[in-house]
């Protein structure tokens, strides 16, 4: 047999090759650019077809304007020349408008967007992406940089676009992570899909404006948006009560997951919406909850929600009371809603006619709660009924280990046994028609998102990272907390040390004594915790004798600049004494924009202080803001304190937070908050706090304290302590008719 020429072969594989390509309608090109000039000259050239590839690299204040008219099944591609390895820093964000278009694979990381969105499917108001898909980007810590200014990472405008197997995660500052807007016509009825993200880790805002997802807003809320939310993964998503704000109607929220996400699926507006298969792991968490039902028309079947922790507006399941004939910005009543097939698994609670009050005094009419599970296996009576709820028709629901309530029939105590999955789900033997379909599957968090980022969490626990040994010595100090690394434990042999600078704490770090280890300071603070510290003491004697004689002093302060990164304080065995060099010498003084996820407090002893201990009430401006989630305070004294032991303050009305929390257990209290600065009057002054528990301690010699309840249903005990020369408390409604709600009892000596 003759041989074939290679050179022969290799033309004819060409030349088919070749002429297979010009059988297509379009030849496509594939360009890689590598700086913002090339790339703005392959989007003018790009055709159906094409793609553009972004060079890898770091790409630093790029404003990627990414336009062009493509066509169904022959997008304009703009790609990642390797997924992950093109990062978008500095100031920059995506713009895309026009048809057919898609990007892939791109990073933003270490910046902002220079206008109020990351990703917009939008070049303006006229121009607008439609038939679009962005999938597989990722948006990490990409913040502005104040806490309190809005922007947004996504907002889907247009129709029939496309979002989804991206990552979001760690957004900080005020607004809200994705959004789809209705505010014109070309963006409603829109038939966008969002699915198969992986929204990771926010943490607590402290204020509204901390949603995850929102689906319209408020001024078209009567207009439907046909948005499919499907298959995502919901991660610790605790910015707010609200995980998802649904704004509008006719939307689908189908098998997603919610993963120790503090908050609530919200029905905020909008009509005739269905929630379906999804699944919540509370896992004990505070303020864990599932389903928030408002306005009318809404489904909300075979969803599985276990171990929720959350209350009122919060709860496992919550069906609100609305206002009649409201505005269209207010709670539209609950009609026709359809509750059914759902498993509610040690779930605390469950709010029937939540939010009654003289304006929300519609309850809900011709609605159905039928074939649910609810199981608790904690003691709880899980239902709250706060009005009228006739216009629910009960039936054939099945409790187990509880009785049935007295509220209503259509409930039966049943001995359940759950059977319990890999996956996580819990079955009921024998009961194959009450509660979820044995058919719901679980998105999983390695089913969302990318492959090629890692779903990692960021917070870097105290302790752990090494140990550095310091002794006395000119410096050693101050040096010693500039060189450790986050999560770095110093420990400090005993004897003294004066600190001349600032100790400026921008890691987790440790700082740990034992006896007879002793610091002192020479400037108007001994600790400045700036973004993306965190300060943990343990076992130290802390003087203020070698401070400046100010006004005004503190030992531990915040950064007075905005700080994006929640901030925590670990106080243990500490000895604070002589702070009063100057008056209003205080211990903690926290700035405005700043917030702590938690400050706690353990057998610790404070002395001769001439203003506050903790000083957390720079945010007074009445927004519902404040400076620390949780403040625990427990088996501590605190003799000789001019001003009050907490000044905490969370003011206004709005309902959209969780805190803050106070806990003051086995304390003592001596001749404590009667400095004529202290403006409070008081030993403690609490302003707008959702949950204080004031539980054996000892007050003696002291002014009285003060709580203010001020919205939402604040929960407010004080038991077993002793009051000896002390006012009795003072806990006041400032904006309810209602009885008060604080429960105070088994305490001695207070004054009638």
Not at 568 to 585: A, E
């Amino acid at each position: 047999m003759r041989a074939v020429d290679k050179r022969f072969k290799y033309f004819t594989i060409t030349a088919v090759i070749l002429a297979l390509a010009a059988c297509g309608d379009k030849q496509s090109n594939s360009s890689v650019v590598s700086d913002q000039l090339a790339f703005q000259e392959a989007v003018k050239n790009a055709q159906p077809g094409d793609t553009i590839v972004l060079a890898n690299g770091k790409w630093s204040d790029f404003e990627i304007l990414f336009t062009g008219e493509g066509e169904e099944g022959n997008p304009i591609r703009l790609v990642a020349e390797t997924k992950g390895k093109v990062i978008l820093t500095g100031q920059s964000n995506l713009r895309l408008a026009g048809n057919h278009l898609e990007v892939s694979g791109l990073v933003f990381k270490d910046g902002y967007s220079p206008t109020q969105e990351v990703i917009s499917f939008r070049r303006n108001k006229n121009h607008l992406a439609n038939n679009s898909r962005v999938t597989e980007v990722v948006i990490d810590d990409f913040n502005a940089t104040e806490r309190q200014e809005t922007d947004f990472w996504v907002m889907m405008y247009g129709k029939n676009n496309r979002f989804d197997h991206s990552h979001l995660a760690r957004k900080r500052n005020k607004g809200v992570t994705m959004a789809v807007r209705l505010n014109t016509e070309d963006s409603q009825e829109n038939h966008h899909k969002i699915d198969h993200n992986y929204f990771g880790p926010r943490s607590i805002l402290g204020s509204n404006g901390g949603e995850t997802l929102r689906i319209g807003t408020s001024h078209h809320s009567r207009t439907n948006s046909f948005t499919v939310v499907e298959n995502n993964y919901f991660d610790r998503c605790d910015g707010e009560l609200e995980i998802i704000s649904n704004k509008s109607g006719k939307n689908k929220f189908l098998n997603n997951t919610f993963y120790e996400s503090r908050g609530t699926l919200t029905m905020r507006h909008g009509n005739n919406n269905l929630v379906e298969g999804n699944v919540f792991f509370g896992n004990g968490a505070d303020h864990t909850g599932g389903i928030r039902v408002i306005n009318a028309g809404q489904t909300i079947r075979n969803n599985y929600m276990e171990g929720l922790k959350g209350t009122r507006f919060g709860g496992a399941l919550v069906v609100m009371n609305g206002v009649p004939n409201g505005p269209i910005n207010r709670y539209d009543p609950v009609i026709d809603a359809v509750i059914e097939n759902n498993s509610l698994i040690n779930s605390d609670n469950i709010q029937l006619g939540a939010g009654s009050d003289e304006e929300r005094s519609g309850t809900p009419k011709s609605s159905r709660f039928e074939n649910n599970l609810i199981i608790n296996n904690n003691g709880l009576d899980v239902f709250t009924v706060y009005d009228d709820m006739s216009g629910i028709a009960f039936k054939g629901n099945v409790l187990g280990s509880m009785d049935p309530p007295e509220f209503t029939k259509g409930f039966v105590r049943k001995s359940v046994v759950l059977q319990r999955r890999e996956d996580g789900l819990s079955f009921p033997v024998g009961l194959d028609k009450i509660g979820i379909d044995k058919g719901l599957e679980v998105t999983t968090k390695d089913m969302t998102g990318v492959s090629w980022y890692p779903k990692a969490d960021s917070a870097v626990a105290f302790g752990s990272g090494k140990v550095i040994s310091v002794k006395p010595g000119d410096r050693t100090l101050s040096i010693a907390v500039n060189k450790a690394e986050a999560g770095d434990t110093i420990v400090l042999s005993p004897g003294s040390y004066v600190a001349s600078k600032f100790l400026l704490v921008d890691k987790p770090i440790t700082l740990k004594g034992g006896e007879n280890t002793k610091i002192t300071f020479e400037r108007s603070t001994l600790f400045e915790i700036l973004d993306g510290g965190s300060l943990q003491l343990q076992d130290i004697e802390i003087s203020g004798k070698d401070s400046p004689d100010y006004a005004g002093n503190s030992v531990i302060r915040t950064s007075p600049y905005s700080m994006m990164k929640n901030y925590r304080l670990d106080i243990s065995g500490v000895k604070f004494v002589d702070l009063d060099t100057n008056h209003s010498f205080n211990v903690l003084s926290a700035a405005k924009n700043t917030f702590a996820d938690y400050i706690a407090v353990r057998g610790s002893s404070f002395e001769n202080v001439t203003g506050a201990v903790f000083k957390l009430d720079k945010e007074d401006d009445d927004y519902g803001i404040y400076n620390a989630e949780y403040l625990t305070i427990s088996d501590s004294s605190f003799k000789n304190i001019g001003g009050d032991i907490v000044d905490y303050y969370r003011g206004g009305r709005d309902e959209s937070t969780f805190g803050p929390h106070f806990s003051l257990t086995g304390s003592r209290f001596d001749n404590v908050g009667f400095d004529k600065r202290n403006s409070s009057k008081s030993s403690l002054f609490l302003h707008g706090v959702q949950v204080t528990d004031i539980t054996n301690n000892t007050f003696v010699n002291s002014a009285k304290f003060v709580i203010n309840h001020t919205v939402g249903e604040p929960k407010t005990k004080i038991k077993k302590n002793s009051f000896t020369n002390t006012a009795s408390p003072a806990v006041n409604e400032l904006n309810s008719d209602l009885e008060n709600t604080a429960m105070i009892s088994d305490n001695q000596g207070l004054k009638p």
